[in-house]
């Protein structure tokens, strides 16, 4: 009787451990409430869906400037006959009426995509800035011989490129494609393609060429995150680095270009892991949100100062599942064909998602708005189909 006791209390022990055990492990997950799907347009207006409306309706544009309720857009320029910087505006207001219809509505590809052109049509030609130096713009123009005509509120220059970039090997002859990529009060930054000349890594040569307003310096580089490192480390950005545009709360990292994000303190550009994907505003991670399929499960998303400091502080984790997906759209298939990132900025995330066929073909496509708004942990999903489907075509 004393044995059975003895083992009646161990058991009782073990269960006990075993069930503190299984606590710990569910308090150290993520709390997963449920997650809202809803076949429509977000029903209404946010900060969030208009600046993500913001970058869809100006797909492949730049965007320069987010101040006062103003939106400052460049115009891509695509091949090297587009030789001259032009710029446009408008405010917030104007956009969130430009899809205010489409609120709370189920819209097709088709009626999206007719508004969001025809907007940027008329913003494009109707609303170019005649006065660029409201927001301290620089005038660009391209000259024969690759001359650069530089014009600001400080002064005139005319920088000879071929003679600037001749160690890249850049010629008056060659055809080149500028775009403006970053500006503020005190410096600004322009994207340069040489078409001719190939580049062992890019393919195409990509340069940067970093100027201040002032135009008292001017400095260029490769666009590889090594390159810049270089010209970091041999003091060439020295002039800018307190002026490029700073992302995270503590203003320890700095947008040198695109996706470089420095580290003001240690002088070093972070390495973001090939899997990993960078928010168009350079402040947040998702963690592989870069893969070729993302992944369903847990998503997880940090802050650049946790990311670079490597821990595991993670700002928001929420639950993704392609099989419920599918079931809301009453997709008949045997899984996920392709999933990628489309937008990730602050408290929004756009996906574009395929699904395989049961047998062959595709069973049906959607995009996804993910809306982490009110509840990082509980999201709502919009399932609509904007059209979205490259994960390079919402870049600002």
């Known amino acids: 009787m004393k044995k059975f006791l003895v083992s009646c209390h161990l058991i009782v022990l073990l269960l006990l451990f075993l069930v503190g055990c299984e606590e710990k492990k569910m308090s150290m997950e993520p709390k997963q409430n449920t997650v809202t799907y809803k076949e429509n347009f977000p029903v209404e207006s946010s900060p969030a869906l208009t600046k993500f409306m913001s970058t869809y309706f100006n797909q492949n544009n730049n965007l320069l400037v987010h101040y006062n309720n103003q939106f400052v857009y460049s115009k891509d320029n695509a091949n090297a006959e587009e030789r001259e910087i032009a710029y446009y505006e408008f405010n917030e207001s104007v956009l969130e009426k430009s899809y205010g219809p489409l609120l709370g ?3 097709s590809e088709k009626e999206l995509d007719k ?4 907007q940027k049509k008329e913003w494009e030609q109707n609303e170019l800035l005649a006065d660029t130096k409201q927001y301290k713009l620089p005038s660009i123009v391209l000259k024969e011989n690759n001359q650069l005509e530089v014009k600001t509120a400080e002064g005139e220059k005319t920088i000879d490129l071929p003679e600037l970039l001749k160690e890249y090997g850049v010629k008056e002859s060659d055809e080149l494609v500028i775009n403006m990529r970053q500006v503020n009060d005190q410096m600004f930054t322009l994207d340069i393609q040489d078409l001719d000349i190939e580049d062992p890594e890019e393919g195409i040569l990509y340069i940067g060429l970093f100027i201040k307003p ?3 310096d001017f400095t260029a580089s490769k666009l590889m995150n090594k390159d810049l490192q270089a010209a970091i480390d041999s003091s060439k950005l020295d002039a800018y680095k307190d002026s490029f545009n700073k992302v995270g709360d503590s203003k320890r990292y700095a947008l040198v270009f695109e996706d470089a994000i420095l580290d003001l303190e240690e002088n070093q550009i972070i ?5 990993d994907y960078l928010s168009n505003d350079g402040k947040y991670i998702y963690i592989n949100g870069a ?3 993302l992944e369903d499960g847990i998503q997880k998303i940090q ?3 946790n990311y670079a400091a490597g ?3 993670y700002e928001t984790e929420f639950m993704l599942d392609y099989e419920k997906i599918a079931k809301e759209l009453e997709f008949v298939t045997s899984g996920i064909g392709l999933a990628d990132i489309n937008y990730f900025n602050e408290k929004y995330v756009v996906l574009s998602l395929t699904y395989n066929g049961k047998v062959v073909g595709e069973a049906g496509f959607t995009n996804v708005i993910i809306d982490l708004q009110n509840d990082k942990t509980s999201p709502i999903f919009y399932l609509v189909d904007l059209g979205l489907l490259s994960v390079d075509q919402m870049q600002d």
């Open 105 to 107: 509505k189920k819209v």
């Open 115 to 118: 508004i969001a052109q025809s």
């Open 214 to 216: 002032d135009l008292s």
């Open 271 to 275: 390495e973001i892991k090939e899997s």
């Open 291 to 293: 893969k070729d399929k």
């Open 303 to 305: 802050t650049i100062e």
């Open 311 to 313: 821990n595991d502080v």
